[in-house]
């Protein structure tokens, strides 16, 4: 069964923390993605990544940046955590040829104070 | 990279088909049309893919004009279950940036 994990269900930071956001799949993809979800806003992409140690911005990166040393593994980094980046945080894992099935993970929701 | 246009939301009673369409005018050549579905506080899933005219699986109908400027999810027979917001995508650079947008949520009345 496939699998993508991110390491925790909730968190709850302070204002100005730096914060680890971490993920991993178990099934060899390429790709790896980091989205966040708010309410009316739907999945806005954070950042991507087609290999590793390479990444490339979404739609929106400004506050955040991203680490993939090692092919299963993709985290997702707040430098220094903001109140507008309380949110659910979801990661997913596409092999890079046709079917592009992404894998969702069960989400992280990060709550910043 | 196309984007895609859907409703914000639809209403269905259960047992009733469901069509939802998806408008994506910039599609290109070796762009591919996907689906997802979402329930609250889970990630989206795959539910069908396809280039050109009708795919069919066990869980859903995709039908595509010849233009492919648009498509429409077809759910049969929907029960309570089927309350989920459902994304349009549509991506053939290898997935390497999958928009998904707002989606359509649609809720299925008993």
């Known amino acids: 069964d496939v699998k993508v994990t991110q390491s925790s269900r909730y968190l709850v930071k302070r204002t100005g923390e730096k914060v680890f956001l971490e993920c991993v799949q178990d099934?060899?993809?390429?790709?790896m993605f980091w989205y966040r979800q708010d309410p009316g806003l739907g999945l806005r992409l954070i950042y991507f990544?087609?290999?590793?140690?390479?990444?490339e911005k979404g739609d929106i990166p400004e506050g955040y940046s991203v680490s993939r040393e090692k092919k299963e593994r993709f985290s997702l980094i707040l430098e220094s955590a903001s109140t507008n980046q309380t949110s659910m945080y979801l990661c997913?894992?596409?092999?890079?040829?046709?079917?592009?099935?992404?894998?969702f993970g069960q989400g992280t929701r990060l709550t910043v104070v | 990279l196309a984007k895609t246009t859907q409703p914000i939301s639809m209403d269905s009673y259960e047992g009733q088909e469901v069509n939802i369409t998806c408008s994506h005018n910039?599609?290109?050549?070796?762009?591919?049309i996907t689906w997802y579905q979402q329930f609250p506080s889970q990630g989206p899933r795959f539910i069908i893919q396809g280039y050109k005219t009708k795919v069919t699986n066990e869980v859903a109908s995709l039908f595509i004009p010849a233009d492919r400027k648009s498509s429409t999810l077809s759910l049969p027979r929907v029960s309570l279950s089927d309350t989920a917001v459902y994304y349009c995508?549509?991506?053939?650079?290898?997935?390497?940036?999958?928009?998904f947008g707002t989606g359509t949520r649609l809720t299925v009345i008993p």
């Open positions: 990544s087609y290999d590793v140690k390479m990444k």
């Open positions: 995508l549509v991506d053939g650079t290898g997935a390497n940036n999958l928009f």
């Open positions: 910039n599609i290109a050549t070796n762009d591919y």
């Open positions: 099934m060899d993809h390429e790709n």
């Open positions: 997913a894992s596409s092999q890079n040829r046709n079917p592009f099935e992404a894998f």
